[in-house]
C-alpha cells in the first residue's frame, strides 16, 4: 500500500531520500510543501516549491532567504494555530 504522504527524492550525488510531507500551504500565490526526512537522523524539515505541470507536481528547492523567511513563518503560525486549537478542544 502506498503512502501518499511519503515522497522519495534523490540528491546531487543521485542518492535517494524518502521523506513525509508534513504540512502545504499557500504563501504569495505560490505554493510549497514542508517536508521531513524519514531517515531519522534529523528533526529539520525542507521546505520545497511545489510546480503544477501537466496535472502533476514536481518540487523545487527554495534558495531565496526572503522567500524561505516568509513560509517558514507562515508554518510556525500554521503550527501555533493547530496548537490552540488543540487546547481548546
Known amino acids: 500500500m502506498e503512502n501518499e504522504n511519503i ?19 499557500e ?3 505560490s505554493e510549497y510543501a514542508i517536508l521531513l526526512p524519514l531517515d531519522g537522523d534529523s528533526e529539520e524539515a525542507f521546505i520545497f516549491r511545489m ?12 534558495e531565496d532567504d526572503e522567500e524561505f523567511n516568509a513560509v517558514a ?7 501555533q494555530e493547530e496548537e490552540n ?3 481548546y478542544e
Open 7 to 25: 515522497v522519495t527524492l534523490l540528491d546531487e550525488e543521485g542518492k535517494e531520500t524518502d521523506f513525509e510531507v508534513i504540512a502545504t500551504l
Open 27 to 29: 504563501v504569495n500565490e
Open 51 to 62: 510546480i503544477e505541470e501537466n496535472g502533476s507536481y514536481s518540487l523545487e528547492c527554495v
Open 73 to 79: 513563518a507562515a508554518y510556525e503560525e500554521l503550527m
Open 85 to 87: 486549537d488543540e487546547e
